[in-house]
């Protein structure tokens, strides 16, 4: 099949999604597009299979927002008629959906059927996207699309309460490469980050509020005074230099390493011992689900998609948002020696089930 994707191209969970599916998709023979204002990070790979097309457009002083979302759907137009897509697969609803609509609506005119694929990741329903200056336009976009999906069936329940869209949701939860997330140790590595052997606690994301990243080190400093530790911060965002400079000054400084935006996630999540997602609100945590991949448990709260990946006493625990005394118990007991192999092993166990070769065909089916 011919299949556009439009998705975010940074470091986010969406993109990264989007990304790996068309990748796969590529590799099953599909001639896929990517339609995106910069190349998706994850994309670096040349096959005969895969296009990107950037999103260009010109600046003019009268504008004080450029329009984004026109530029978007002209680009999608341009793309469908030229390699005669069959299906548009938007990935987050904001402002991806709506411009789909708009160029389904303009191809219709000249005949061409576009179908549109909407996937809903998280916040374009949770935070972003029930607010008013977006909510009906959503709405109408989610009723406009040909599918619907969400990944997880927390996610599907959010926007049944925050839109009023009554349609199909068909839940297709995110997916695991494993050829690239599986457990390759590098000893030189985790002798350089524990080189007396202490256990180590990593986190990633994108430091937005939402994902609690204070709560963070709470659940590090309670380890670190029971057990020698190491925490490793993955990513970069609003919230990470205000973090940063207050860790410098405090107790746990040394043992707290930030290491900014990084390729290569699975060779340090290789070497990890524990994975920490304390976030506000979540609707899957595909963090999360690559650490598990790399049998690593998981510190998590209880909110949103979270309890659906991080299965509670047995791929590590979940906790009420904030109660940060839990979560520093649960890892504890996580990480005495006669717990962590069991704890390691379930964890990968449960991750399999979120294996690529799983999921792929569901999407397929949708086409
Ligand atoms: O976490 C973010 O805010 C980024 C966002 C995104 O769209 O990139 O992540 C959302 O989509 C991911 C992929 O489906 C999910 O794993 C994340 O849980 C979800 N984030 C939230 O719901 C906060």
Redesign the pocket.
């Known amino acids: 099949m011919n299949i556009g994707i439009v998705c ?1 191209p ?8 989007a990304t790996e599916l068309g990748k796969a998709l590529a590799g099953k023979g599909h001639s896929v597009h990517f339609i995106s204002y910069d190349q998706p990070v994850r994309l670096g790979i040349f096959n005969q299979n895969l296009f990107y097309h950037e999103v260009s457009f010109n600046n003019y002083p009268l504008f004080k927002f450029a329009p984004y979302e026109i530029a978007l759907t002209s680009k999608i137009v341009d793309v469908a008629k030229a390699h005669k897509l069959e299906v548009i697969h938007v ?2 609803a904001i402002p991806h959906a709506a411009a789909a609509v708009t160029a389904k609506h303009i191809l219709a005119r000249e005949g061409i059927d576009l179908k549109i694929v909407t ?1 809903l ?4 329903i ?2 972003v996207g029930k607010d008013q200056s977006y909510e009906p336009v959503v709405s109408y976009s989610l009723h406009e699309s040909d599918i619907v999906t969400a ?2 069936e927390s ?1 599907k329940r959010d926007t049944f309460t925050n839109f009023s869209y009554n349609g199909v949701i068909h839940v297709i939860p ?1 997916f695991i490469d494993f050829n690239r997330f599986n457990k390759q140790p590098k000893d030189h590595f985790k002798k350089a980050i524990a080189p007396n052997n202490e256990k180590i606690l990593v986190h990633t ?2 430091f ?1 509020k ?2 609690r990243v204070p709560d963070v080190l709470d659940i590090f400093r309670k380890v670190a005074a029971t057990i020698p530790a190491k925490l490793l911060l993955i990513g970069d965002g609003p919230e990470r230099a205000e973090i940063e400079e207050e860790c410098r000054n405090c107790d746990i400084c040394s043992d707290v390493t930030f290491l900014g935006k990084q390729e290569a996630v699975e060779e340090i999540l290789s070497i990890a011992d524990l994975f920490i997602i304390p ?9 999360a ?1 690559e650490a598990m991949a790399c049998e690593v448990p998981v510190i998590s709260t209880n909110t ?3 309890p659906e990946v991080n299965i509670d006493g047995i791929t590590g625990y979940t906790s009420d948002i904030g109660d940060t005394e839990k979560m520093g118990t649960d890892a504890l007991k996580i990480l005495q020696d006669n717990n962590l192999v069991q704890f390691k092993k379930q964890a990968k166990e449960h991750a399999l089930n979120y294996k690529l070769s799983n999921i792929l065909p569901l999407y397929e089916d949708l086409y």
């Not at 990741?121 to 374009?124: K, L, Q, S, V």
């Not at 976030?279 to 963090?287: R, V």
């Open positions: 975010y940074t470091f986010g969970g969406s993109g990264v999604v990935h987050y996937t990741h998280g916040t374009d949770t935070l990944v997880s996610l995110n994301s994108n937005r939402v994902k976030s506000e609100t979540e609707s899957f945590g595909l963090a689900l949103g998609g979270l």
